[in-house]
């Protein structure tokens, strides 16, 4: 693992483009031919009706899928602290709070590496970041849900990585939790991090996000939030939602990473476009 | 020394119930020494293996070790090192093999664990009668505590060695492979590391605990002392440094009870571990009925 | 009629007059007695006494184990067709008298210990099943014994006399010459002890069954205290065992009741001796083996002893 310099600013988060990207189980399109261009610093936010693919496509974005067709580019190699909606944490372990944070310092310790009062202290620093000064010496086991939640937060402050990938961070806290949270996400904007977060509260991401991404599969828009959080969009986004169709024919759609208006042979009546913005 | 001095000390000491058979029979110090080897390894990986929710893969284990040996006494009959040989492969086989299949599939580890067992003792016991007798076979793998000789005290401290060396190596992509497999995933390639390494160290410590303990009671060694522990203590430190000495505690008490009251031995040492699990159970800061009862006072904040 | 016809006819009419004369060829040699021995020792010396004149069936066969013997329905039938039934006596075949009654078997019966002194038996401390009981009662296994076993020799040769007369000449005379060598084979065992000490002659087995060649020969058989067949050992067993080996300062180490060899290996090791392999104590080899015979089983047992005595 490269060692990142000290200055977190100074890593340079990467331009992430999603060239005709499909993903899918078992054949079915879980997110059909999305193609975007997300500026690095980049706060943005990933929304949609359920069943929209939101999960599946910051999935491929961690790695954590392999694509249909399509790709992703500016990833590889890259360092990213990626928080999935069911961490696979196990809070029965027996293990207290700061060693569980501590664990985001693996880019900087590694298996073998020393462990020393100074990381210590950056896992000090980042618990007080997240309000759970004082519950470094707790078990993990006699933590609330929000409260482990912030811990997974400390742990995402101390991977420092150029990229932060969140799915649903506040699906089950309380607001005072959530409120505290979304402020640790502008402080990573500050630092030039790209941050990009599946939410489902649209108040938060109106209230919060600079620039929002509406899937409904396919990509329905992309943007500034208010322009894309519009009526007209949403309405839209709600008509594309259809089941996965056993009997869909294939999709003769060429993987064109220029990706512009092409045939397809498959049944949904509104057209689609496939937008691209530039962004300052 | 002098003469005089020694010999009414030695005699003080044949008399003392504890050391007396220590310092008297040289196959109880072997023995002892064989038991030390094996709860300094076998406890702590028990540790891991109850946090990993695999507490009864042992007794799955031995039974995949069995067409191992079996293969090892068709090649070479019923030679100890063979047998050892033969075994330990086939373990390995198995727990590499229900590992690559629990990691890459939708199967998860108990299921992919018991379909290659399963597999393995079927295989054992057709090889077995087709050639040889079984109880010759396991009770030529099996060995006895009071029946250590040097170079099985050899294996249990090369085995000891390894497994400490091992999981000193492994500790920290141990602990993330059992906190959270997917974060170790994501920021490291040590995740196989972690998890065949730490399967490799479980099956030599079950080869090591039946040439000790002979049979299947070899695994009471792992599972009993982590599960008392977990009783009296929350965190993993702790919980090491205590199974550890449960074990060892368990093993004299088990050595000198077989020889005061006349035991077979390592029944004897299994049930020690069993008393101080149940006594555990009842009176521990974490067992059944504290956990039943409130505490009496609490404190404001 | 052709060359090879002939030679037929000519073949045919020679197997009819030997058949027709057989039966008065047959009118010469009389038919073998029809004995059941019940073990292998006494099948040895009542073939021994007996010669081609008798046919010996043995109930409990080389290797078995008399104490577990369980009679079938097809020895039973065997000994109900016998005309004379050789057994030990001193409560070695627990089972005997079922048998017979079973066998409904009116013929001669010969307990060959007869007239032997017998030495009282020890309380038994191996773990197994017992067809015959040790404590309090005789020790059975008096064959052990050379002088005992040429009373037994002469007792087969009576029995032998009273159902077939006619052969008595032969059995006295089979006899005798059996007994001379058994009289051998007792000056050679001595002679064999002679040279070694009496506080040498300690030896720890696992079965009593040794108590008369103890008492002719003198040499000491101490039983494996504390350590069984069935059961897994225990320190204390082992610890005792040791000690009683150091303590006595016993060399010789016969124990097979201690299934683990790596334990027995063990022990040796803490004791400085060697474990010494198995004795012939109820039973001989197979036929072809090293004990194959009464007299070849004494030697056997003979010289192992004294070479594990001697810590060779």
């Given at each position: 693992m490269p060692h990142p310099p000290a200055d977190p600013t100074a890593s340079a988060a990467p331009v992430i483009e999603l060239h005709n990207l499909t993903l899918g189980y078992d054949r079915h399109p879980a997110v059909h031919h999305v193609s975007a261009r997300i500026a690095p610093g980049s706060l943005l936010a990933l929304v949609g009706p359920n069943g929209a693919g939101k999960s599946t496509l910051i999935k491929a974005l961690a790695g954590e899928l392999r694509p249909i067709s399509g790709s992703v580019s500016g990833l590889t190699g890259q360092r990213i602290a990626w928080l999935p909606q069911h961490s696979g944490l196990d809070p029965s372990f027996p293990i207290d709070v700061r060693r569980m944070v501590a664990m985001g310092l693996w880019h900087r310790v590694g298996a073998l590496g020393r462990f020393t009062a100074e990381h210590r202290r950056l896992c000090d620093e980042a618990l007080a970041a997240v309000g759970l000064t004082g519950f470094e010496s707790r078990g993990l086991d006699t933590l609330s849900g929000g409260q482990l939640q912030r811990a997974l937060f400390a742990r995402l402050i101390l991977q420092d990585a150029p990229v932060v990938l969140l799915d649903e961070p506040f699906a089950a806290v309380d607001n005072r939790t959530s409120t505290d949270l979304l402020a640790l996400l502008h402080r990573w904007q500050r630092q030039g991090k790209t941050v990009i977060v599946v939410l489902h509260d649209l108040a938060q991401v109106l209230a919060h996000f600079p620039l929002t991404l509406l899937l409904a599969r396919e990509l329905v828009a992309f943007g500034p939030t208010a322009r894309v959080l519009s009526e007209t969009n949403w309405g839209r986004a709600q008509r594309m939602q259809e089941p996965f169709d056993d009997d869909a024919p294939l999709c003769a759609a060429s993987p064109d990473p220029q990706g512009d208006a092409h045939a397809h042979a498959h049944p949904h009546t509104p057209t689609h476009t496939h937008r691209e913005e530039a962004l300052p | 020394m002098s003469e005089p001095a020694v010999t009414p000390f030695l005699a003080w000491l044949m008399t003392n119930p504890?050391?007396?058979?220590?310092?008297?029979?040289?196959?109880?110090?072997?023995?002892?020494?064989?038991?030390?080897?094996?709860?300094?390894?076998?406890?702590?990986?028990?540790?891991?293996?109850?946090?990993?929710?695999?507490?009864?893969?042992?007794?799955?284990?031995?039974?995949?070790?069995?067409?191992?040996?079996?293969?090892?006494?068709?090649?070479?009959?019923?030679?100890?090192?063979?047998?050892?040989?033969?075994?330990?492969?086939?373990?390995?086989?198995?727990?590499?093999?229900?590992?690559?299949?629990?990691?890459?599939?939708?199967?998860?580890?108990?299921?992919?664990?018991?379909?290659?067992?399963?597999?393995?003792?079927?295989?054992?016991?057709?090889?077995?009668?087709?050639?040889?007798?079984s109880v010759d076979l396991l009770h030529v793998l099996f060995g006895t505590v009071l029946a250590l000789d040097d170079p099985a005290l050899l294996l249990l401290g090369g085995i000891c060695a390894v497994t400490l060396a091992g999981l000193a190596l492994l500790y920290r992509p141990l602990v993330m492979e059992c906190l959270d497999p997917g974060f170790l995933r994501q920021v490291s390639r040590w995740s196989p590391v972690a998890h065949y390494g730490f399967l490799g160290l479980l099956v030599i410590n079950l080869v090591a605990g039946f040439h000790a303990l002979g049979t299947l009671m070899a695994v009471g060694i792992m599972v009993l002392p982590a599960a008392t522990a977990r009783f009296w203590v929350r965190r993993l430190g702790p919980l090491l440094l205590m199974a550890t000495a449960l074990a060892l505690g368990a093993s004299l008490s088990g050595l000198l009870l077989s020889y005061h009251a006349d035991l077979p031995t390592s029944p004897t040492i299994v049930l020690s571990l069993g008393a101080a699990y149940l006594l555990s159970l009842l009176l521990a800061p974490y067992g059944a009925l504290r956990h039943q009862r409130p505490a009496s006072s609490h404190l404001k904040a | 009629m052709t060359a090879s016809l002939r030679r037929h006819l000519i073949a045919?009419?020679?197997?009819?007059?030997?058949?027709?004369?057989?039966?008065?060829?047959?009118?010469?040699?009389?038919?073998?007695?029809?004995?059941?021995?019940?073990?292998?020792?006494?099948?040895?010396?009542?073939?021994?006494?007996?010669?081609?004149?008798?046919?010996?069936?043995?109930?409990?066969?080389?290797?078995?184990?008399?104490?577990?013997?369980?009679?079938?329905?097809?020895?039973?039938?065997?000994?109900?067709?016998?005309?004379?039934?050789?057994?030990?006596?001193?409560?070695?075949?627990?089972?005997?008298?079922?048998?017979?009654?079973?066998?409904?078997?009116?013929?001669?019966?010969?307990?060959?210990?007869?007239?032997?002194?017998?030495?009282?038996?020890?309380?038994?401390?191996?773990?197994?099943?017992h067809g015959h009981s040790h404590g309090g009662a005789a020790d059975p296994h008096a064959w052990q014994s050379v002088p005992n076993v040429i009373t037994y020799v002469g007792n087969i040769a009576k029995g032998l006399c009273e159902v077939d007369a006619s052969g008595c000449d032969i059995y006295q005379r089979n006899a005798g010459a059996y007994i001379a060598q058994l009289k051998t084979l007792d000056a050679d065992i001595k002679a064999a002890w002679a040279p070694i000490p009496l506080a040498q002659r300690k030896v720890i087995t696992s079965h009593d069954a040794f108590a008369y060649y103890a008492k002719s020969y003198g040499v000491k058989f101490l039983s494996a205290q504390g350590v069984s067949t069935e059961s897994e050992a225990s320190a204390k067993g082992v610890a005792q065992l040791v000690r009683q080996i150091k303590k006595e300062n016993i060399k010789a180490l016969f124990v097979e009741s201690?299934?683990?060899?790596?334990?027995?290996?063990?022990?040796?090791?803490?004791?400085?001796?060697?474990?010494?392999?198995?004795?012939?104590?109820?039973?001989?080899?197979?036929?072809?083996?090293?004990?194959?015979?009464?007299?070849?089983?004494?030697?056997?047992?003979?010289?192992?002893?004294?070479?594990?005595?001697?810590?060779?």
């Open positions: - | 504890l050391l007396g058979p220590l310092v008297e029979f040289g196959f109880m110090r072997s023995a002892l020494l064989g038991c030390v080897a094996l709860s300094l390894s076998a406890a702590p990986v028990g540790v891991f293996l109850m946090l990993r929710r695999m507490s009864l893969t042992g007794d799955a284990m031995a039974h995949a070790i069995l067409p191992g040996a079996a293969i090892g006494y068709l090649v070479a009959g019923l030679s100890l090192t063979a047998m050892t040989i033969g075994g330990v492969f086939a373990g390995l086989a198995v727990a590499v093999g229900s590992g690559l299949v629990s990691r890459n599939t939708v199967l998860r580890e108990d299921t992919s664990l018991a379909a290659f067992y399963l597999l393995s003792l079927a295989l054992g016991v057709l090889i077995v009668s087709v050639r040889g007798n | 045919s009419a020679i197997g009819l007059a030997s058949l027709a004369l057989s039966p008065a060829l047959q009118a010469q040699t009389p038919a073998p007695i029809k004995a059941v021995a019940s073990f292998s020792i006494l099948g040895d010396l009542v073939k021994q006494v007996g010669g081609d004149r008798v046919a010996v069936d043995l109930l409990v066969g080389p290797g078995s184990d008399s104490h577990v013997f369980q009679p079938t329905p097809s020895q039973a039938k065997l000994v109900g067709q016998a005309q004379i039934v050789f057994s030990n006596g001193l409560g070695f075949e627990g089972w005997m008298s079922r048998l017979l009654n079973t066998a409904s078997y009116k013929g001669r019966h010969v307990v060959v210990s007869q007239g032997i002194e017998p030495v009282k038996g020890k309380a038994d401390n191996h773990g197994h099943q201690i299934s683990d060899p790596r334990l027995i290996a063990q022990i040796a090791r803490e004791t400085g001796t060697k474990p010494s392999g198995a004795l012939y104590s109820d039973s001989l080899s197979e036929p072809t083996g090293e004990a194959g015979s009464y007299i070849a089983m004494m030697r056997v047992n003979t010289r192992a002893l004294i070479a594990a005595v001697r810590g060779l």
